[in-house]
């Protein structure tokens, strides 16, 4: 049982390049967000998933999409990367309303 | 709408000591609270959560933390502050549709010898 992992751990972009951060659970959770972390902001969501099929818009949606065609995966998109993008990204899982497993975060830097 | 607001953006104290992290949070709903620590270039993890049961949680590592409402407070503390406590604490609170979490800016905690 892995939890939640994400790949890549590092990654550095430049400005107007576009790239996918995959996030993959195995614990058949029904729930998956993103959320980004920057200093002295805390997480903030981006999108979220309620289950295949099903995603919406989180606090800072802006730039970047979601899909989810699997209960196990939930990648975030980065169409044109944007220096205000530079974070780091953690993936979570729950089932229902209990406590979000996180995975160890993508760490990434546009230039 | 739901919020959370944590008191201190650092908290300083010498080993041994009490820890006390403060955490107030806003909710149109009765809340779901939780508080998560994260260690350097490292992920979060949970420390506890309240999920409308006893009022006093008790969570890993000898934290606990206790729900008021009167107060809109679930503030987080340990008796005697250990070198391997210095990280990141997030308290967070379930968004009203049950989908996501709303955190707090977080506390980080140093601990001195």
């Known amino acids: 049982n892995a939890g939640v992992t994400q790949t890549p751990k590092f990654q550095v972009l430049k400005t107007g390049q576009s790239m996918t951060l995959q996030c993959a659970q195995d614990m058949n959770h029904e729930y998956m967000s993103w959320y980004r972390q920057d200093p002295g902001m805390g997480l903030r969501l981006i999108h979220y998933?309620?289950?295949?099929?099903?995603?919406d818009q989180g606090e800072v949606p802006n730039g970047y999409n979601v899909s989810r065609s699997t209960t196990e995966d939930f990648p975030l998109r980065l169409l044109s990367a944007a220096p205000s993008q530079t974070s780091v990204y953690f993936c979570a899982s729950s089932q229902d309303t209990r406590e979000q497993y996180f995975g160890p975060g993508t760490r990434l830097t546009v230039t | 709408a739901q919020s959370v607001t944590q008191l201190g953006s650092h908290v300083s104290v010498s080993e041994g000591a009490l820890v006390l992290l403060r955490c107030n949070y806003s909710s149109s709903v009765p809340p779901y609270l939780f508080w998560y620590v994260q260690y350097p270039n490292q992920g979060l993890q949970l420390l506890l959560k309240?999920?409308?049961?006893?009022?006093l949680v008790k969570g890993i590592n000898g934290f606990e933390a206790e729900f008021k409402k009167s107060e809109t407070s679930f503030h987080l503390t340990k008796p005697s502050a250990h070198m391997s406590d210095a990280a990141e604490y997030f308290c967070?609170?379930?968004?009203?549709?049950?989908?996501?979490?709303?955190f707090g800016k977080g506390t980080t905690l140093s601990v001195s010898s």
């Open positions: 967070a609170v379930r968004n009203q549709a049950g989908t996501a979490l709303i």
């Open positions: 309240y999920t409308s049961a006893a009022t």
């Open positions: 998933s309620v289950g295949a099929g099903i995603t």
